[in-house]
């Protein structure tokens, strides 16, 4: 009893170091015990060996033991005969050699070592790490040590060549390695206990790594994603082919062959050093060699991609705990593993588009009306081996891979090669199962349920803003083709010629009709997705539109016969008569019958760049291209109020017009120039003529005939008499104020007569304000008001040559 006890002690006090660093070790005392059995050693060191010729570590001084490390550095260290040749050596073999040495020593029973040792050999060591880097430097070694880190085309074109090949162990292998952020070690000693599904992903178990040898990171799991948008990177499908074409015994692991990454990486060598791999290389490796990818690539690739391969990638502290390295005690003590962290690092690290809608995207699954007895059966017929031996771990995780394997069916049919005979294998078995393809979800579809439940989680909050970003675009390209629609059945589009005029009453007439049709397409097109664009929300839109349409009170006669233009021309000569006798100052009758004559067809112009755009645009209140006429003070508010007509259209209220019905910046800014002065003369009248004022803010309610124009201008021109007199520089236009131009100058001329009305106004409200202060002080002058005339005047010409004045 006491010497098992003791057997396992020692045993127990063996395993404080991993077995990679025993063989490491070990292979540094091989080197320097086969050093000592040539000549050589003999010659340069005799007080290293006894009188009968053995070795004696403990005589090995610390400058014998650096003298040593200067041959090892050189590669002029001699072997035996028979034995491999040694090359130059690195930092870390020299390190390798100095445990080994202190590991001989400790086995001949002495503990101590020699005096300096330590402090002696860390300056070498260090001295060996410069030296390298010089080397670099001059172009001597390669600038970066270690194996290269495979990009993400690269990752892609390998998974792609296994599977092409046949070699669908390797395949997994390489997967499952790039996703989970594995040293190979770990992949190779993965078993069917460590597998769990969480929701709409698989978990892996990692319970011993190089920076958790005792165990003390648990619950660690990490989340494994499907990418059904690429199938030649999915572990989801990787798994599930490899899991149907492998035999399994009783083993646990999910590799059973010993030393497996050893067969993968001369796999990767394979593809690599093939026509198509160099080829690949040339295109994408900077020049890189296939020696210089390995097993380790793959967890350099991966990384990189997850922090520097996409942009408001996961954070990297979880893709460090991800990766399992050691980076202190802050890290164990305040930096705690959470399972949301990983799982954004897993949807990112599968390759799936985090500037997409797609990054939610769920694997495929089975839908609520599947048998789970029948479901079980088809698992045990596609997986036999792995439900004869793992059937209790391994279920869970075989449905979704099942799933997996159906919904890439094509592709693998396409991908899998012949000669292997694997793919007549798993083509037979999934042909089993073909009674579950009915039951079989989209991955993206939304709406559906799943057999079990299942929520989308490792999504950011951006996605789902991008998702809404994207629904709303789709409900544009929608009411876009809602509009074009409508336009075709109301006439189609109107040459550029001629504005297209969309009248009130044919848009009522035709708009429940097409809407239903675009509805029952739309249904058509977009499936399950109906809900975001019902026939209730587009009624609701044309109805928005309607009510644009009964909001624009501007007149339109309807041309096309004979007996329609002559009443335009009547019209028109009595509109203008109207205008004449206005503005001459002949008073008519202050309320006029709007009875009689119907009103007008309200319209509504198409502008042809915005039909050309292919944009949801708002139906304008003037044709494309029209501009602000030239008109006195007198007829401007005149249409201001009551609009009027022109030669080939109508002209609405000025009042109602906004920046989207004028074209370019320039008629903008004209308008909101003619809606300052027009306002400060709007408040003149309400407090100058409060009767004509409350007429004319009725008559534009009214049906606008052209009764009803003719009587909003005789009021306004006897408002206009009314505030003539305190607007003192608003008059008629007289021959000699200014030549009649073209249209651009015609405007040009009407804003000046906008600037003298608004220099009055301020003039006006000035001297209204003095005349408050000077109440209880008689005035003692009878010039100030002139002077101050004169000053205002003066101002004006400065303010006049000013381009911005209003």
Not at 377 to 397: K, N
Request: glycine share 8%; hydrophobic share 35%.
């Amino acid at each position: 009893h006491e010497a098992n006890g003791s057997q396992e002690a020692e045993r127990l006090k063996s395993m404080h170091q991993s077995e990679g660093t025993k063989n490491a070790y070990a292979s540094g005392a091989r080197v320097l015990l086969n050093y000592v059995e040539t000549d050589a050693a003999k010659q340069q060191f005799p007080h290293w060996f006894t009188d009968d010729g053995d070795f004696d570590v403990g005589s090995v001084t610390t400058q014998d033991f650096e003298n040593y490390l200067g041959l090892r550095s050189a590669g002029t260290l001699e072997q035996p005969a028979g034995t491999r040749p040694l090359k130059k050596v690195g930092r870390s073999a020299l390190s390798n050699d100095r445990q080994a040495f202190k590991l001989l020593r400790a086995e001949a029973g002495l503990p101590d070592l020699p005096a300096g040792f330590d402090e002696s050999l860390k300056k070498l060591l260090k001295g060996k790490a410069r030296d390298t880097t010089l080397a670099r430097q001059r172009g001597e070694l390669e600038a970066e040590a270690g194996k290269k880190a495979f990009n993400t085309t690269q990752y892609r074109w390998l998974c792609g060549r296994l599977l092409e090949q046949g070699d669908l162990s390797a395949w997994a292998f390489v997967v499952l390695t790039w996703n989970l952020l594995n040293r190979s070690e770990n992949t190779n000693a993965l078993c069917f206990s460590h597998l769990g599904v969480d929701d709409d992903c698989f978990t892996v178990l990692v319970p011993k790594s190089k920076c958790n040898q005792a165990g003390e990171r648990t619950g660690m799991a990490k989340h494994v994603y499907a990418n059904p948008l690429e199938p030649a990177i999915c572990p989801l499908l990787a798994m599930g082919v490899y899991l149907a074409c492998t035999t399994f015994d009783g083993r646990p692991a999910v590799f059973p062959a010993r030393n497996h990454s050893t067969t993968v990486a001369a796999a990767i060598q394979r593809a690599l050093k093939s026509e198509e791999g160099r080829a690949m290389l040339a295109r994408t490796g900077d020049g890189h060699r296939p020696n210089q990818y390995g097993l380790h690539s793959l967890r350099k690739g991966a990384t990189t991609a997850c922090l520097s391969g996409v942009l408001g990638g996961p954070p990297l502290v979880s893709v460090l705990l991800r990766g399992e390295w050691d980076i202190g005690s802050v890290h164990k003590r305040y930096m705690k593993f959470e399972v949301a962290g990983d799982q954004y690092v897993g949807r990112t690290v599968c390759g799936l588009p985090l500037d997409s809608v797609d990054f939610d995207v769920l694997p495929p699954r089975f839908g609520t009306g599947c048998n789970e007895a029948t479901l079980t059966e088809r698992v045990a017929l596609v997986f036999p081996t792995v439900m004869d031996h793992h059937g209790e771990a391994a279920f869970p995780l075989l449905i979704p891979c099942l799933a997996s394997l159906l919904y890439h069916r094509t592709y693998l049919e396409a991908h899998l090669p012949d000669s292997f005979g694997v793919g007549g294998v798993l083509f037979g078995s999934l042909h089993t199962a073909r009674d579950l393809l009915p039951y079989l979800l989209d991955p993206r579809d939304r709406e559906s349920e799943c057999m079990t439940p299942m929520r989308r989680t490792g999504v950011p909050q951006f996605t789902q803003l991008l998702r809404n970003h994207h629904q709303m675009i789709e409900n544009q390209r929608a009411m876009i083709e809602s509009q074009q629609q409508i336009i075709e059945a109301l006439g189609g589009i109107v040459p550029a010629d001629q504005h297209a005029q969309v009248t009130e009453e044919a848009m009522q007439r035709s708009v429940p009709a097409i809407v239903q049709q675009v509805v029952e397409q739309l249904g058509d097109r977009v499936g399950g997705r109906q809900q975001f664009l019902t026939e209730e929300s587009l009624l609701r839109a044309m109805g928005q539109v309607t009510e644009q349409v009964r909001a624009i009170v501007t007149p339109h006669a309807s041309a096309g016969t004979a007996h329609q233009e002559e009443e335009e021309e009547a019209e028109e000569e009595e509109d203008d008569e109207l205008t004449d006798a206005a503005a001459a100052g002949s008073e008519g009758q202050s309320q006029m019958d709007t009875t009689g004559p119907e009103a007008q067809e309200r319209v509504l112009y198409l502008w042809e760049r915005d039909q050309q755009a292919g944009t949801v645009q708002p139906f304008r209140k003037l044709p494309e291209g029209c501009k602000l006429p030239s008109v006195s003070v007198l007829q401007g508010w005149q249409l201001w109020h009551g609009g009027g007509r022109t030669a080939t259209f109508a002209l609405p209220m000025f009042s109602e017009l906004t920046s989207k019905d004028v074209t370019g910046e320039t008629q903008q800014r004209y308008l909101r120039q003619w809606r300052a002065v027009m306002g400060s003369m709007d408040s003149l009248a309400a407090e100058r003529t409060p009767g004509l004022w409350t007429q004319v803010s009725q008559l534009k309610h009214h049906p606008m005939t052209s009764k009803t124009r003719a009587a909003i201008y005789n009021a306004t021109a006897r408002m206009y008499r009314a505030v003539c007199p305190h607007l003192e520089e608003i008059r008629e236009p007289q021959p000699g104020d200014d030549e009649p131009l073209a249209q651009d100058g015609l405007v040009v001329y009407a804003k000046r007569k906008a600037q003298r009305a608004v220099i009055t106004v301020a003039k006006l409200q000035y001297q209204r304000k003095r005349q408050r202060r000077e109440e209880d002080v008689p005035a003692s002058s009878s010039e100030a008001p002139s002077s101050s005339s004169a000053a205002v005047r003066r101002s004006s010409r400065r303010r006049h040559r000013r381009p911005s004045v209003c």
